[in-house]
């Protein structure tokens, strides 16, 4: 199983980055994939995941309504588009995988079985 990150780059506070995490090595048929970001000398954060048998997202509580997780099957892609980006949203950004549906503890780390390389993130204001 591999995750390939991209998308991520430098942008002002208002504006907008779309991350894809291009997968290979499983199908989507039935996994949770989502993203974590981690910024310096903080945490790894839980910032959204989605179902890929039926669609089910969820979102951290800093981001909902800003950003929007998506898959394309048949890319085998996930998307993170991410608006409205503040200061606060600077990480790197890594896409996870794990089988079987989002569980109610999908923020946490050691939910997840398959990682990224990660991709950075940063917004100035």
């Known amino acids: 199983v591999q995750l390939v990150e991209s998308g991520g780059g430098l942008v002002q506070a208002g504006g907008s980055l779309t991350l894809s995490c291009a997968a290979s090595?499983?199908?989507?048929?039935?996994?949770?994939i989502g993203w974590f970001r981690q910024a310096p000398g903080k945490d790894r954060e839980g910032v959204s995941c989605i179902g890929s048998s039926d669609g089910t997202t969820d979102y951290a509580y800093s981001v909902k309504g800003r950003f929007t997780i998506s898959f394309d099957n048949a890319k085998n892609t996930v998307y993170l588009q991410m608006n409205s980006l503040k200061p606060g949203d600077t990480a790197v950004y890594y896409c996870?995988?794990?089988?079987?549906?989002?569980?109610?503890?999908?923020?946490?780390?050691?939910?997840?079985?398959?990682w990224g390389q990660g991709t950075q993130v940063t917004v100035s204001s």
């Open positions: 996870v995988a794990a089988p079987g549906p989002p569980r109610r503890t999908w923020y946490f780390s050691y939910e997840y079985d398959y």
């Open positions: 090595g499983f199908g989507f048929d039935d996994y949770t």
